[in-house]
Every structure is written in structure tokens, then in C-alpha cells.
């Protein structure tokens, strides 16, 4: 619960520090430069080799305040197995915040809260687990165009929990 707590007052600082650095949206705008500023991205993850497989959809999209800052959400489903040893179900979503100072660079911030689902083999000696893994990650890239290369760090990382090999991780985001 102290985890989930630190989350939620991190995620209020970290939108009013956007809200307080962006330009506002007038109430008068019309719905058509509202989505002139929308972009869509996400991303799709296939896995498989000797009984493995790994399939992940994660869509999401950005509003761009002006050509620096942007604000988004995202959805993660994954569904994990190994032949005769388990599978898994992972589903949830995530907060974005990127921030470009120059125009190649692009630094992010982004909460990530994943429900996951593990089951396990009868015949292992392993108890079935049902969680939640959040994660806050903070990264930088190198952007071109509509895509940026880079790396994040997932401070909240937790070896025995999280959905991910290490708390270190390479991205590529595309966002049209």
C-alpha cells in the first residue's frame, strides 16, 4: 500500500508540474484543433521459440501542448506460456509525459501500473500469483520525426515483481 501511496502523490506532482509549464487549452477551441494535436502510437511485441510464446498489444496516444511538451495515456495487455510450465495474463495502463528541450531530444516520464496473472503448472511446487507491478520510468532519447530511440529506468523496480528483465530498458515509440 506504501508503494500505490508514493504512485498517486508522485503522479499529482508530476501533472501539476506539466500543468503549470504548458500552454492551456482555451474552452473555446473547437473539437478540430483539439485532434490536430492528437497523436497515436503504441507498440506490438511478438515472441515464440521451442513451446514459448509471448504476445503483446499496447496502444496509446499523446496530446502535444506545442512542439516541447506532450501528455498521454497508454493500455498494456501481454499474455505469456511456456509449455508445461506456465502462463501469464498482464493488463493495464500508463501515464505519459514527454518533453522535448531541443529538437532531437526528447526526455519522458511515465507511471505504469500492470496487473498481473501467473499460473502455474500443477505438477511444479509453485503457487499460482495474482498482483499488481507498477513501475515509473524515467528516460531519454534521441527523436526523428515520428519515432524516438532510447533508454528508460524504472525506479520503482522490483526484482521479484516486476514484468520486466531489468530495471534498465531500450524503447522505441512511434507516434503519428
Partial sequence: MKTF??????????????SCNTNRLNAQQS????????????GIGLSFGDGFFS??????????????????????????????????????GSLIGLFSPINNIQ????????????????SIN??????????LFVGAGYRNGNVTFGIRYDLLYDENKSVYADALTPFVRFYF
Fill in 126 to 135: 509453485i503457487e499460482n500469483d495474482t498482483y499488481w507491478s507498477p513501475a
Fill in 55 to 92: 504476445g503483446t498489444l499496447a496502444p496509446s496516444a499523446i496530446y502535444e501542448f506545442n512542439n516541447q511538451v506532450a501528455l498521454g495515456v497508454g493500455l498494456n495487455g501481454t499474455y505469456n506460456k511456456q509449455k508445461d510450465f506456465y502462463k501469464s495474463t498482464i493488463l493495464g
Fill in 5 to 18: 501511496s508514493l504512485i498517486i502523490k508522485i503522479t499529482i506532482v508530476f501533472f501539476a508540474i506539466f
Fill in 107 to 122: 526526455l519522458s516520464a511515465e507511471l505504469e501500473q500492470l496487473h498481473v496473472n501467473r499460473c502455474f503448472d500443477s
Fill in 31 to 42: 473539437d478540430s484543433t483539439f485532434w490536430r494535436n492528437v497523436r497515436f502510437g503504441g
